[in-house]
């Protein structure tokens, strides 16, 4: 089968975007402030019920040929009535919701494939019975949570008998702490060196210039005459097949107990850092003011200002969990609690071992991380996740940050920061968005503009934490949108605390479902896809930024 000319590609998120768009109104419950879908509305809705790409091949790629464009437009030109009657069905279910004070869940996890349904059936919502049929389908929602929701936490927690015995049942598992006297630097030099045999095996292996890719995703070629190099490294003595070698590393991992080790490490007072690079804390910002302190019980929380990992409450860990997709598998609120008591005042606030050594395998992971940088890290899984980040335009816009903070967009022309400068989708806002590229569950409703402007899901603000290398500060009142940027530059200057702090929230979640690490592959689909998830994050908040620059170079201009 010959290949496709790369020049007759289009974006798959492009097409749908411009097929998006060109529907009009009556979209805006699914549809975000600038008008494009909601990630959750191309997850949910686009390809899996109007695109079909299981049953369309020639759609399934992140690439589309012309004619498959031209397909995608028209299935989404030919299904516009059925979305926009899906729109209202949305917004009178969230009405409802609202009168039923129904809190549990996310709206759109929850109800944009229901309102699909509903409107493939009924059509665009018509009073009296709509809202009687709407009513009927949150309370049948609601009613398979069994339970398992916020509001039954809340409830659970506010009995002043649970509450004090859940106080008496932390303050007892924390005494019971392994706290070693007097540590050394963590993480111990073996468990170091088991770590990278496991990120030099699991990790799809270097290729050299035939720009062959490695994996599906993440494995993409390095550049022009770095293979060769990378495979003379890796050459060596050591003959044996690198995945069983990762699988023994991994074993030994697990069977040494070096992630409880690391852990009870991490409460003792003052250990040193040996992750490697300089200004990287021994808690990799898991935790604000180590040594982490004991869970309280808490009675709120909000996924825009959760603190660091190891900070939260019991009722913040809980609470997360239930805000998660898949939370109707996960036992009883009462339950959670008590198996949460435990798993806070566990070692890296985890039960399972596999999943406490994957946090330590990340962590190296993430320490060595330099997507500002050009050598070729340390193991293939540096090499192959740099590698992506380094493509990424949004991250050479951060590059430039580096060089002069005042890199901004133009109203004027063209110039250094100029939308259109540089290269290609560099400094345009909105440019290589991939609206159906975000994987991560968010709260209802939150875009990329509100990803700019807040905290990090996974706890603390973006960019916090030791950040040995600044920019130099600009002179000046310079605008929101200069001082986001100045900040994602600074981020990408300290990767390790993103990615530590979302892949503790992966691992924190696969616990509460008694879901372990089964081997190195599964350990690098994780690995690899909280690289993917930190890294979309970061595209939407640099889009953001860039948005608020030139509005506000072009209101200067005016």
Known sequence: MPATPLGTLQPRSQVIDRAWRALGPGLEPLSGPGGAPLTRAVKLLVLPLVLRPVLRPELAGDLLTDEAADLAAGLLRGDGPRLAAAAGWFTLLKRVRRALRVVGGNPQDLYFQRCYELAAEHGAPRPPDAEEV????????????????????????????????VAQALSRAWDARPVPAAPGAVPEADALSLADTVLDGCAPADRGA????????????????????????????????????????????????????????????????????EGVPPHLGLSAD???????????????????????????????????????????VPELVAAETARSCSPLGLSDESLRVALLVGGRLAAGLDPLGTAPGPTRAHRAIDRRWRRESSVARARRMTVSPFDAPSAHGTGAGAPGAGPPDVGRPGAGATAAGLPDAEPPGRTGADRAAAPSPDGGAPGAGPTPTQPPAPTGPPASGEDLLADLGRSLRTPWIAYTRRLWARLHGRDAHAAGIDGPAELWSLLDGVSYSVLMDHRARVRAALRTLTDTTSGSAA
């Open 290 to 332: 180590p040594p982490p302190p004991r869970p309280g019980v808490g009675s709120t929380a909000s996924t825009a200002a959760l603190p660091a990992p190891l900070d939260r409450t019991l009722y913040e860990r809980v609470f997360t969990v239930l805000r998660a997709p898949g939370h109707h598998d996960l036992p009883p």
């Open 134 to 165: 709407a009513r009927k389908v949150v309370l049948e929602l609601a009613a398979r949570d069994g339970g398992r929701t916020v509001e039954a936490l809340k409830a659970h927690l506010r009995d002043p008998a649970t509450e004090r015995s």
């Open 210 to 277: 035939s720009g062959k890719r490695g994996t599906e995703r993440g494995g993409a070629a390095p550049a022009d005459g770095d293979g060769p190099r990378y495979r003379e490294q890796e050459r060596g003595t050591d003959l044996r097949d690198p995945g069983d070698t990762a699988e023994s590393a991994l074993a030994a991992l697990v069977g040494g107990g070096h992630g409880t080790r690391l852990g009870a490490a991490l409460w003792a007072a003052g250990p040193a850092s040996a992750w490697g690079p």
